[in-house]
């Protein structure tokens, strides 16, 4: 689910750290906040930043000095608190999607992945099921049988001597021929093409989501195309674990070049 069709209830109760940044001096909680949640060092970095000019301004007040400098540090910190406040109002989109990420890849993490049947088991198992229903009917006995020369013979097998019951088949032979197939079943399918999927296709990477996919397709319409899988990270700002993560699944080519026009002139014979 995209951060678009998150409930309002939501995003609410995850932008409740907007309120930190109207408070001076302990406004750097807010980008504490955020740099815990996402485990971003950048919003670390802007914390240290805006509770910089109150450290000044109180070391300074403690020496006693209230000059200049002290008036000019004052300012300083009342400016840091109005960006801080425009900081985080702009930094509530950004943050809402890498949380909302990070807490899907927990949960897809946290599913268990279901038992696959390999090809060869299903097969060996198939193989033991008996071929034919009647050869169970021919080798239990008939509850009507005749005694003649000190032998049990069926009244079934009495009634069509020419029948013979066919042999099934090795279960343990086909689980051998099996076992020499090429292991090219369980090989990953082929890597995506990013100058050529689609928004959907896209979408559907461990770590995009639908938005970044709008992203990805109107920055490989400027550029026309991507060159490298790092060129389409930076340009959805994706994080390094991520691109680690995408860099087995998709591959990047180059578009078809149109067809060259044909020159001359046509002659009518």
Known sequence: METERKSIFWKLGHSWWIVLTFVPVYNFFAFLYLALMV???RYALWSAVYV??????????VDGNTGFLFNLVMALALLSTGVCILHGFFSIGPYLRRLENLQREARRQAQPTSPTLEPGRK???????PADPDSRETDAPSPHTSRGSGT?????????PASVVRPTPDPIRQT??????PDDVSLPAEPLDLNAASEQAIAALPGIGLILAKKALQARQASNGFRSVDEFAEALGLEPQVLER?????AIRPPASPPPPSGGRVVDF
């Open 39 to 41: 485990r971003s060092w």
């Open 152 to 160: 049990w013979i069926t009244s079934k097998s009495a009634a069509s």
């Open 52 to 61: 910089a000019p109150y450290i000044i301004l109180f070391t300074i007040a």
């Open 123 to 129: 097969e060996a198992s198939l193989a033991e099921a």
């Open 176 to 181: 051998d021929r099996d076992a020499d197939r």
């Open 246 to 250: 995408l860099r087995p699944l998709v």
